[in-house]
C-alpha cells in the first residue's frame, strides 16, 4: 500500500499535476503571516498555525486550506488519484519551496525554521 501510494505521488510529481498555493501568496495577510512565522507548511498540503492563534489568523488558514483541499478533490478525480496522495505531493512540494526564515513542519510533526540546508523531507516524498 506504501509503495503504491509514493508510487502515485512521484507519478503526480513528474506530470507537474500537484496544486501550488500560488494564489494565497498574493494576499498581503497570507504574506505578512509566513514572514513573522505564524503559519507554515505542512506536510499534508496544508497551512498550519504556529503557536497561538487569533480569529483572524485561523479565518485565513481556513479559507486557504478550504481552496486548497478543493483543488486538490478536482486534481485528484482529473488523474484518477486520492485527494491525500495529491494533498502529501503538494505539501512536498510546498516544503521544498520554502525560504531560510519561513516554517514548515517536519515529519514527526514539530514545527522547524528553514535555513539555507534543505528541509527535512517526508519519507512519502518523491
Partial sequence: M???MIAGIAGLTALGLVATP??????P????ARAQGRVGEKPDGLLGIVGPADPALQRLVDDINIKRKAIYMEKAREKNATPDAY???AGCEAIARTVPGEKYMAPDGSWQ?????PPI???RCP
Avoid: E, F, K
Fill in 2 to 4: 506504501r509503495n503504491a
Fill in 22 to 27: 500560488a494564489l494565497a501568496q498574493r494576499d
Fill in 29 to 32: 495577510a497570507y504574506a505578512a
Fill in 87 to 89: 494533498g502529501i505531493t
Fill in 113 to 117: 525554521t528553514r535555513t539555507s540546508a
Fill in 121 to 123: 523531507r517526508d519519507p
